[in-house]
C-alpha cells in the first residue's frame, strides 16, 4: 500500500496529515490486524487455550456453549451432571434454555470444563 498524505503546516510546523478515505481504511484495516496479532501472540505466551475451528464456529452460530464445550471436552450430560452434583436433566434443560442455572451451578460447570465462566455464559 503506498500512502499519498497531504501534510498541513501551521507555520513551519507540521499539524494535520489528510489521507484519501480508501487509504485512511486501508491503514486502519492494518492496524487492527496488527492488534489482533498481538492479542494472538499474548494469548499464547500466556499458556492459553485454544480451540478447533468447529468448536469456535457452534459458538459463533449461537450454539449453547456449555453443550459445545462438554461435546468437546468428551463429557456426556451425566458424567458433567454428576461432577456437578446436579441431575442430568438440569444438564439438559441448561444446554437446551430451558433453565438459566444458578451462578454456583454455571461456576462448578465452567470449573469441570477447565473454562472460565464468562466462556460458559450466554450474553
Known amino acids: 500500500m503506498k500512502i499519498h498524505p497531504q501534510t498541513i ?3 513551519q510546523q507540521p499539524a494535520f496529515v489528510v489521507l484519501p478515505i480508501q487509504e485512511y481504511h486501508a491503514l ?6 496488527l492488534e489482533d496479532i498481538q492479542e494472538i501472540k ?3 505466551e500466556e499458556d492459553g487455550e ?3 475451528l468447529e468448536v469456535v464456529l457452534a459458538l459463533s452460530e449461537g450454539k449453547n ?6 461435546e468437546y ?8 451432571a454428576s461432577k ?3 441431575s442430568k436433566q438440569y444438564i439438559s434443560q441448561l444446554e437446551t434454555g430451558e433453565r438459566q442455572g444458578t451462578s454456583k451451578v454455571l461456576k ?6 477447565t473454562l472460565n465462566l464468562e466462556d460458559i455464559v450466554l450474553s
Open 65 to 70: 456453549p456449555i453443550k459445545v464445550y462438554r
Open 50 to 52: 485454544t480451540f478447533p
Open 28 to 33: 486502519i484495516s492494518t492496524v487492527q490486524d
Open 9 to 11: 503546516y501551521k507555520g
Open 84 to 86: 456437578v452434583n446436579v
Open 73 to 80: 471436552r468428551g463429557i456426556s450430560q451425566t458424567a458433567l
Open 108 to 113: 462448578s460447570i465452567a470449573k469441570a470444563l
Open 42 to 44: 499474548q494469548h499464547i
